[in-house]
Every structure is written in C-alpha cells, then in structure tokens.
C-alpha cells in the first residue's frame, strides 16, 4: 500500500495547511521533481550558452525518449512541447496549412470536449469554411457504448478529422478511445485523441492505439512540472507537421535526427526545463512504492472511489459515470445554489482547492474531485462535512 501521509510530505500543501482535492486542474509537482528542475534552470542562467549548446540537445533527447517508452509510442514521432492545448493547436495549424480542410468538409468535436481545444477546432473551421459538427453527448453517462455509438453516427463521407477526449475534463469520464479510434478508421477518418488527462490516469500503449494524432500532458497526473506535454504523430502524417514556431530545425543540414524531431526539438530560446525533468518524475514515483507511477495510479483510482462513496453517503448524490470510465477524478452534478460562493468559501475559510465548475453542465455546477499520492480519506470526509455545512447557506 501506498504509505499516503509519507508521500504527503513530498508535496507542499501540508505548509500551508492546504486540503488539495484538484490535482484534475493543473497537476502538482512533488518537491523532488521541483528541485530537480531548479538545479537545470540554474546551470541554465549560470551559463546559458554553454548549457543551450551544450546539454540541451541530450537533454531533448533522453526525455523524449523516456515518454515515448512510458506511452508506448513510436520514438520517431513523439515530440515534446509544453501541453495538450500546444498539441491541438500545432495538428490543426499543420493541417489547414497542408489545405486539409475545404468548404463545406466537416471537423467532427463533441459537446464534452474541452472548450479551449474546441475553439482551434472552431477557428480553423471559420478560416477555411469548414463545418463544425458537435456531437451532443450525455451527461450523467450510462455506459462506454453510448458514447461510441453517437460518435459514430455522427461521422459523414465529409468528415475530414475527428476530435476525441481520451478522458474528459468536466465529466472525468474515461472514453472507450480504443473502439472509437477503430471505428474512424474503419470509416477513413483521421482522429485527434485530446489525451490531456491520461498519462497517469490510464496507462498508455499509443502504438497499439494507433491514432492519427495524440497528444497529452505529463503536468497533469504525471506530475511534471507545468509546460510539459507531448504529441505522437502516426508515420503518415509526419511531413505534414510542423511546430507552432518553426526555428532552425526547417532547413538543419544535419542527417540526424530527423527534420521533424529537428524542428520540434528547438523552438527558440527560452527555458524547457520543464520537459527536461521527466526522467526525474518517473524516478520519484519509483521510490514512492514499488511499481512506481502505475501501483500509485491503481491506488488513487481505489482512493477516489472511496473519496466519491462518502460524498454518495453523506450528502446523497449520485455519480454521474460508471466505475468501468472512471480514473482518478470523479464528478458530481449539484443541487442548485451559488456554487461560486461555495467554492470560494471552501478556498477561504476552509483551506480547501475544489474544482466546482460554475455552472459547468446545462446550468447546473459540477463538483469534481481527484486523487493523488498526497490524498487521504480524510480529505474527502472533511469535503463531506464541510459541503453539509455550507449548502443550506448559499
Ligand atoms: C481535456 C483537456 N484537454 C486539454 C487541456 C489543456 O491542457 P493544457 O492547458 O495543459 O494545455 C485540458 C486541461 O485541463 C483538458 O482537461
């Protein structure tokens, strides 16, 4: 078992007499991890040409090859950049640019998609009179089918690319990503997995997936440091990419690596510790337990279960996704009151970080909770008891 009250100390909350039950947000970095980084950031500003002419390159490297490992990607079209919002938008740029969408072709979302990937889908829709069709899903959701068979009714002979959630943002609902993306390609449809919430959620094999394009974030339930994703593009659509800032990667004479790796690889001059502390994230997890980040993963998805069974008991609400699409965030819809209220009195007067998405679905607000290394039972007993108390008042 994973030894909680230890691994709590790893994390900087109990300074500061903070109850975290949003890492779903934007993650949260073990001290460890932090070190680590400030120990690159540093060699960095003590010398910044010997370090970006120097170990930069290495480094670039070694970490990129760690995720592709961890995700079972093909290491020859993994790339670093810094989150799933920069991966969305570096497919969808490289593809109008490649004039993959015409009028009147059709970029497939749905409506549980998450609102900033949604919108580079929406723009680029407007910039080259593409339609938007926006699969409307279910909220709560009955089973995985239901989510399959939608998305696929929804597909046309116009159906130029598909964006899907490997798990989603407000319902923290783990999709059946394997059939959907079988089912796209059964229909010739290319397919962006939006896999912003899965490395450490869910374990990854993206070879096996073989989706057009994936991209997620390893600042979430990974840990890493914030400004660290990737994105895995299948062989058939490497020449097409192309990072959002094109540098000196686009006309490197160098025979290795390759071009695309070579423009991903340097995006100009700024600071990429971030994604050059991966290694280091993997090996805190190995010393939280044995099994590393999979056996911690297994005991948050067990820990979150709990932690939703005793604000079912308390309070009396009802899941809103079956335990097979659940991961390490679950999601509740609220009864009717000011939820902003609510969340700002938990913050301030009880030191607790919720994620309650103001009317997040439907004109009704959804309180998410999450689990990581960091999290007790108690955390979410104190949550019960502290939403009892505070829903008469609001
Ligand atoms: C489903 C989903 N996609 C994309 C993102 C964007 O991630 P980032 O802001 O780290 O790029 C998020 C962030 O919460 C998300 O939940």
Request: net charge negative.
């Amino acid at each position: 078992m994973l030894d909680r009250s230890a691994a709590l100390q790893f994390w900087p909350f109990a300074e500061q007499g903070v109850i975290y039950l949003n890492h779903g947000s934007f993650g949260a970095v073990p001290k460890p991890v932090h070190a680590a980084q400030q120990a690159l950031q540093q060699q960095l500003y003590a010398n910044p040409m010997d370090f970006l002419t120097g170990p930069h390159t290495e480094l670039m490297s070694a970490n990129r090859l760690h995720i592709a490992a961890l995700t079972q990607a093909d290491p020859q079209g993994l790339v670093l950049l810094s989150g799933a919002t920069e991966g969305v938008n570096t497919v969808f740029s490289s593809l109008q640019a490649h004039g993959h969408f015409k009028p009147g072709d059709e970029i497939l979302i749905t409506s549980h998609g998450y609102n900033a990937c949604n919108n580079v889908a929406r723009e680029v829709a407007q910039r080259t009179g593409a339609k938007i069709v926006e699969v409307q899903l279910p909220f709560p959701i009955e089973d995985a089918a239901q989510i399959r068979t939608l998305i696929s009714a929804a597909v046309t002979d116009k159906t130029k690319l598909a964006m899907i959630d490997h798990i989603s943002s407000i319902q923290a609902a783990i999709y059946p990503i394997a059939d959907i993306v079988a089912d796209m390609k059964a229909k010739g449809v290319p397919v962006l997995v939006d896999g912003a919430h899965a490395l450490g959620q869910v374990p990854l094999n993206l070879t096996a997936l073989d989706a057009d394009f994936y991209t997620g974030n390893c600042h979430k339930w990974f840990c890493a440091p914030v400004g660290a994703g990737f994105l895995s593009i299948a062989p058939r659509w490497r020449e097409v990419m192309r990072p959002l800032i094109l540098s000196h990667g686009y006309n490197d004479p160098a025979p290795q690596p390759s071009r695309l790796l070579k423009m991903f690889g340097w995006t100009g001059t700024k600071d990429y510790s971030a994604q050059f502390v991966l290694r280091e994230t993997s090996a805190f997890f190995d010393t939280l337990m044995p099994g590393g980040l999979e056996s911690v993963r297994i005991n948050n998805c067990a820990l979150v279960r709990e932690g939703a069974q005793i604000i079912e008991d308390e309070l009396g609400w009802q899941r809103t996704v079956p335990d097979s699409m659940s991961g390490t965030m679950i999601s509740f819809l609220m009864p009717p009151g000011d939820a902003a209220l609510l969340k700002q009195r938990l913050r301030q007067e009880l030191n607790m970080v919720t994620q309650i998405i103001v009317n997040g679905w439907n004109n009704q607000s959804v309180l998410r909770i999450s689990a990581h290394a960091y999290n007790q039972r108690g955390d979410y007993e104190k949550l019960a008891a502290a939403l009892k108390q505070q829903l008469p008042q609001i």
